[in-house]
Nanobody
Framework: VQLQASGGGLVQPGGSLRLSCSAS????????MGWYRQAPGKRRELVAG???????NYADSVKGRFTISRDNAKNTVYLQMNSLKPEDTAVYYC???????????WGQGTQVTVSS
């Protein structure tokens, strides 16, 4: 499975960005995807996940502001980020899980900077 992330950039506080993650390769083996982020000096953390069966889940810090969704036809998962805050600044990574035996696949990171 190969993952291609895009959509990061510089935005002012209160602004919005949409991240995209396109999957290719053995996508039939995927059963969930998600977005993680890592700020300088901090551990990588889950931001939002979307299982193929079940409801999306979100970190408490982004609930009500971020929305994860997927387009099956495009094999793409999106992260709509609204009301961005400076503390959302991080490198955002796309991840897919699945396969047998189960494993995780990472995309390259995309930088999100929230600053005035």
């Amino acid at each position: 499975v190969q993952l291609q992330a895009s959509g990061g950039g510089l935005v002012q506080p209160g602004g919005s960005l949409r991240l995209s993650c396109s999957a290719s390769g053995s996508i039939f083996s995927i059963n969930s995807m998600g977005w993680y982020r890592q700020a300088p000096g901090k551990r990588r953390e889950l931001v939002a996940g979307i299982p193929w069966s079940g409801s999306p889940n979100y970190a408490d810090s982004v609930k009500g502001r971020f929305t994860i969704s997927r387009d099956n036809a495009k094999n793409t998962v999106y992260l709509q980020m609204n009301s961005l805050k400076p503390e959302d600044t991080a490198v955002y990574y796309c991840r897919a899980d699945g396969g047998s035996p189960p494993r995780g696949y990472w995309g390259q990171g995309t930088q999100v900077t929230v600053s005035s």
